[in-house]
Each structure stands twice: as structure tokens, then as C-alpha cells.
């Protein structure tokens, strides 16, 4: 019976990932495109809610600047203005429009669909460091004109969630929360790939730690885990930053360490459950395993999600 349901959970879970890969193939996602890999790696132990989750915050998360020509931002390292649509814009002036360091700047899901010639000419932003305009409505703004506009000192302004919230929109996500479950599916899938490759190799070469074979097997998948989900974290924010190198891993590094070790830990405490407590160790070679596995994804999310929330409130994580 238990072998029956762990078979019918696995067949569900690839299943969910094969719908999702089939639409990401037919609409891939341009502006990071890792997370094509993201979330049909997650539907492998999520299933359904993974489907849902990808239909409703992931599969329309999209940014278009394609009016923007012309904007001077050398340096905007970071910025995160993913969903940002200002699609229906006409004569914005952001001519000689400079911003050389605004590391770190957030202004996803900015709602500007209705601004008309917005003019915020020879506006001095310059000590607007940490500047907070979340929620800020610019929806019925005309006459803006933002032409040699100088925030060459704003670093890290948050515009998250600057629009219109009471309009339902498919390009951009209607709260908060939303955003910190893509972040964290993103951490996910780091692990999740890891802890899905580790247990084969540790089959080949097992070795213990504390004369234990599980705690061995935790260490190498944590290892995996943590070169992989920084690996995913560097291919989320290079394009962000357009930038690469040392710096960008280290950076990468930093942004998923407690992420990732907060996932890790609740995968860990459900396992730890499944082999000192419930059935003993299992083989990666039984369906078993693999539905455990998938239990553990579950609370390994649950545990990682308020760490995210966290890290992106702070800015230590940029939101996604």
C-alpha cells in the first residue's frame, strides 16, 4: 500500500514538471531565464500547487522597458525592476536621466500603465538613500517629465508595489508574499536538484561521519546544495547586475547561505524523522524514498519561506 502511494506521488510530481517544462518550452521566460529551470524542478515534489504557483506568480512575471532608450544607468548593479510595465507610457522624457549607483534599487511590480508626459525635470534624489515608496499610486500622474533627473546617490530605493494593487494584472504579482514564495522556490531549486543527484553518488561512494552513513550522506548534499543554489542565485542576479565574476559569486553566496541552510534544516528534521523514527534508512533505488523526499521539499519550503521573507525585507536578498 505504501509503495502504491509513494508511486502514484512520483508519477504526479513528473507529471507536474512535464506540464510545466511543455509551456515554459512554448513561453520561455527572457528576462532570467534560470527560472526555466526553477520551477519544472520544483514540480517534480510540489505537484499541483507547483503547477499553480507557475500559472499564477511565475508564467507572467515579465518586465518591459522597451521605451527606455537612451537611459543613462551605468552602474544600477542589482536593480530589481522585474514586472515593471510601462507599456502604455507615452512621451516620458528620461533623456541624460542620471543614476550611476543605485545598487540594490527595487522597483519591481511599478504600475505606471496610465502616465502621460511625467515631468520630474532636474528632480535632486541625491539623499534619498533607503527611500521607501512602496505602495506608492502613480496610476492617474500625467505630466511627469523626468529629464536629467540625479539620483546618483540612491541607493537601494524600494518602489515595490508603487501602481494601482486594487487592479487584478497578469504582469506583476498582487502582494508581497507572492514574491518571497518565488524567491524561495528559487532557493528550491538548488536544493531540490541537489538532494535529487546526491543520494546516486552517495549510493556509489558512501562514506559516514560520526560512524554514521546518514550524516555523511546529509554533508555531501548540503555541499551539492550549496554549489548549486549559489550557482542558481549567480544566474538570477548577473543579468540583474550586469556584471560577473568573483564579486557576483561572492554576493550570490551571500544572498543564498541562509536561505539555503534554512531549507536544508527542514529537510533535514523530516528525514531525520523517516530514518531514526519511522522506517530506518531507504534506498534511492525505492519509490519510498522518493515520496519522503517530496514530503521533505514540502517542509523544507515551510521552513524557508519566513528566512526569505526576512532576507528580502532587509535587502540582503533582492526581491524577485
Not at 509551456?23 to 534560470?34: G, H, S, V
Not at 512602496?134 to 511627469?144: A, E, F, R, V, W
Amino acid at each position: 500500500m505504501f509503495k502504491s502511494l509513494s508511486e502514484i506521488f512520483i508519477c504526479i510530481g513528473i507529471l507536474s514538471a512535464i506540464i510545466i517544462t511543455v509551456d515554459i518550452i512554448r513561453n520561455p521566460q527572457k528576462e532570467m531565464p534560470i527560472m526555466n529551470l526553477v520551477w519544472p524542478i520544483n514540480g517534480l515534489w510540489a505537484g499541483p500547487f507547483c503547477i499553480l504557483a507557475y500559472f499564477t506568480i511565475g508564467k507572467h512575471r515579465k518586465m518591459d522597458m522597451s521605451d527606455m532608450n537612451g537611459m543613462d544607468m551605468p552602474h544600477m548593479g542589482g536593480m530589481d525592476m522585474s514586472n515593471m510595465d510601462m507599456s502604455n507610457e507615452k512621451e516620458i522624457d528620461m533623456k541624460n536621466m542620471n543614476m550611476p549607483h543605485m545598487n540594490g534599487m527595487d522597483m519591481s511590480n511599478m504600475d505606471m500603465s496610465k502616465d502621460k508626459e511625467m515631468d520630474m525635470k532636474n528632480m535632486d534624489m541625491s539623499d534619498m538613500k533607503g527611500m521607501d515608496m512602496s505602495n506608492m499610486d502613480m496610476s492617474k500622474d500625467k505630466g511627469m517629465n523626468m529629464k536629467n533627473m540625479d539620483m546618483s546617490k540612491g541607493k537601494e530605493m524600494d518602489m515595490k508595489g508603487s501602481g494601482n494593487e486594487d487592479k487584478p494584472s497578469k504582469k506583476k504579482y498582487s502582494s508581497f508574499w507572492q514574491g518571497v514564495v518565488a524567491d524561495t522556490l528559487h532557493c528550491g531549486a538548488g536544493c531540490s536538484l541537489a538532494d535529487l543527484i546526491g543520494p546516486w553518488i552517495f549510493l556509489v561512494v558512501p562514506f559516514t561521519i560520526f560512524n554514521n552513513l546518514t550524516f555523511g550522506e546529509w554533508v555531501l548534499d548540503y555541499c551539492l546544495a550549496l554549489l548549486t543554489g549559489v550557482t542558481f542565485q549567480y544566474a538570477a542576479i548577473s543579468p540583474m547586475m550586469k556584471k560577473k565574476g568573483l564579486k557576483v559569486w561572492l554576493k550570490a553566496l551571500k544572498i543564498d547561505f541562509f536561505s539555503l541552510t534554512s531549507w536544508q534544516i527542514g529537510m533535514y528534521g523530516f528525514m531525520a524523522l523517516v530514518i531514526f523514527v519511522w522506517f530506518g534508512r531507504l534506498s534511492p533505488t525505492t519509490p519510498e524514498f522518493w515520496f519522503m523526499m517530496q514530503i521533505a521539499m514540502c517542509c523544507g519550503f515551510i521552513t524557508a519561506y519566513p528566512v526569505n521573507w526576512i532576507l528580502v525585507k532587509k535587502g540582503i536578498k533582492m526581491g524577485m
